[in-house]
């Protein structure tokens, strides 16, 4: 049970500061994921990552209960997933992304993560 507070924690904290940042300055993380697009490597990076700590949380943390630790569980898979789809459709969910992080969608999500983020810390700190 300890994992699952230090994950909530660490995943709601992380969430919280990107979308915050991404908050305060759109047009940096607008041009950030525009910019990556030609950038196989980086996308190569990226899905490494994703692989890496989905499957991280998948092996320690897959608890399938009906509380807020399968949210924890649910990240890992998402992780895992999105990682893969990196490698696998890289300009598909570049598309996505870039779609996503333009106009007034861009702040709809940006809050939304926040409040997903608060949720995982108010467990995380054991509320």
């Known amino acids: ?4 507070y230090f994950l909530a924690q660490l995943i709601g ?3 919280i500061i990107f979308a915050s940042v991404a908050l305060l300055q759109p047009t940096f993380i607008a041009a950030a994921i525009r910019d990556i697009r030609p950038f196989s490597f ?6 490494l990552i994703g692989i890496v700590a989905g499957l991280a949380i998948v092996l320690t943390h897959n608890v399938w209960e009906a509380s807020w630790r399968v949210v924890i569980t ?7 997933v999105k990682g893969i ?3 696998v459709f890289p ?3 570049m598309r996505t992304a870039v779609n996503v992080f333009e106009g ?11 409040l997903f983020g608060c949720y995982l ?3 995380g700190f054991g509320a």
């Open 91 to 93: 300009e598909s969910l």
């Open 42 to 47: 980086s996308l190569l990076v990226a899905g």
């Open 13 to 15: 904290l992380t969430v």
């Open 121 to 123: 810390v108010y467990h």
């Open 104 to 114: 007034k969608r861009q702040r709809v999500v940006l809050i939304v993560s926040i």
């Open 1 to 4: 049970m300890e994992l699952s």
């Open 85 to 87: 789809a990196y490698l």
């Open 74 to 80: 649910l990240m890992g898979w998402a992780a895992l």
